[in-house]
């Protein structure tokens, strides 16, 4: 989509949703003003520790878990007895909801921060695990048998097959998992935080403020988009020979 039709058809939403407050009262749809003024708010009142607590705790839990689900992934990948073990374990744990972990984790332990940290991994290290091992298994084995025919060290069969393979589904899996973490730790802020964007939400619905509840979500879905825009950056940058060898076609 060109950049100029997401303008217009945000630029639509907002008409729409101001057109809406005209016929509904202000804790339904408040005035496109007031959700301006919110967000100003959070600005001058210093607010922006919330939102940075919440950006913090969605970077570590992606982080722990794309460290845990590279080991899996990788030793899945490299031994069949491991794979049939665990794969089941991971599938299952795939299916648990972000809110039985909440429950779980408010049980287990007494650290906020530490629950918090462990709903993010345990809820993202499925799809991390499954789309690294993908990655891994795509690795050409007539690619693999020349690699190895040079007899390479296990740092030079890593860096120069492995690596160069995998990592474009290690960036995909980081864009598709920002979103569903994006979403796991508003749940988990609710239930167990006193702080960050998930805890102004439930300030905010216990006052009926809708508008402040907007603004901060907008705030979440603007730190989505541009860590998704840096991701892309990224991704352009590392895999631009893909480019080159396109032309090249």
Not at 41 to 61: E, K, M, N
Not at 100 to 122: L, Q
Not at 151 to 165: A, F, N, Q
Request: hydrophobic share 55%; charged share 10%.
């Amino acid at each position: 989509m060109k950049r100029s039709e997401t303008f217009i058809s945000l630029f639509l939403v907002v008409v729409a949703w101001q057109l809406a407050s005209y016929f509904f009262p202000v804790y339904l749809f408040p005035p496109v003003n007031l959700i301006g003024a919110e967000l100003l708010a959070l600005i001058v009142d210093q607010q922006g520790y919330q939102a940075l607590s919440t950006f913090a705790r969605i970077l570590a839990g992606m982080a722990g878990a794309f460290i845990f689900g590279g080991f899996l992934a990788f030793l899945m990948g490299r031994s069949d007895l491991f794979n049939r073990l665990v794969y089941p374990v991971v599938n299952l744990l795939q299916g648990v909801p972000a809110l039985s972990w909440v429950v779980i984790a408010i049980i287990w332990f007494r650290h906020t921060e530490f629950r918090i940290w462990f709903i993010m991994v345990a809820t993202t290290l499925p799809a991390f695990t499954f789309q690294l091992l993908d990655s891994y298994r795509a690795i050409s084995k007539d690619l693999m048998e020349m690699t190895l025919s040079f007899r390479p060290s296990r740092l030079d069969y890593l860096r120069v097959l492995v690596l160069p393979t995998v990592v474009p589904g290690i960036l995909t899996a980081w864009k598709v998992n920002l979103g569903n973490a994006s979403r796991v730790v508003v749940v988990a802020e609710l239930v167990g935080a006193t702080s960050g964007i998930g805890y102004q939400l439930l300030q905010s619905q216990q006052l009926f403020n809708l508008a402040a509840a907007i603004a901060w979500t907008i705030t979440l879905v603007v730190f989505v988009l541009i860590t998704q825009s840096i991701l892309i950056v990224i991704e352009n940058r590392v895999l631009r020979y893909r480019a080159t060898s396109e032309r090249g076609l």
